[in-house]
């Protein structure tokens, strides 16, 4: 291709180039983003949240709590490991109760994790909290 070839090709293209609006900084446009997608994890995370302790019972939900909700899977946060151990066994029973609970198939499998459930409201309590299943 020739000099002058190159040329009128560069300002051919140049004449059908859109102008562009004023840049906008990436993170304002992530952002908005990011916040529509979290907006609705956000709120099925709290339909769990609200049904948790009907849900499971309250003796289950005083030393468990939903954490996170991601893709039909949900995060439980246990305040030990013989916790973990119990709802291991029930996890299909309370996917089950959930899911008819939320009216329609959104957990489809339940992680058990040890992390922060609610603070208890006095010392007594923090040593019934930490015992096991059984105790």
């Known amino acids: 291709m020739t000099q002058p070839d190159r040329f009128s090709k560069l300002c051919a293209m140049k004449r059908t180039r859109k102008k562009l609006k004023r840049p906008v900084a990436i993170g304002k446009r992530l952002s908005a983003v990011?916040?529509?997608?979290?907006?609705?994890?956000d709120q099925d995370l709290v339909r769990v949240w609200e049904l948790w302790d009907v849900t499971v019972g309250a003796r289950r939900a005083a030393h468990t709590r939903p954490a996170v909700f991601k893709d039909q899977l949900l995060v439980v946060y246990a305040d030990s490991s013989a916790w973990i151990h119990e709802l291991q066994f029930q996890k299909n029973?309370?996917?089950s109760k959930l899911n008819a609970a939320l009216?329609?198939?959104?957990?489809?499998?339940?992680?058990?994790?040890?992390?922060p459930v609610n603070a208890p409201e006095d010392s007594s309590d923090r040593v019934n909290r930490r015992s096991g299943p059984a105790g």
């Open 93 to 95: 029973e309370i996917i």
């Open 34 to 41: 990011l916040d529509s997608i979290r907006r609705y994890a």
């Open 103 to 115: 009216e329609k198939e959104m957990i489809t499998d339940i992680r058990f994790r040890i992390g």
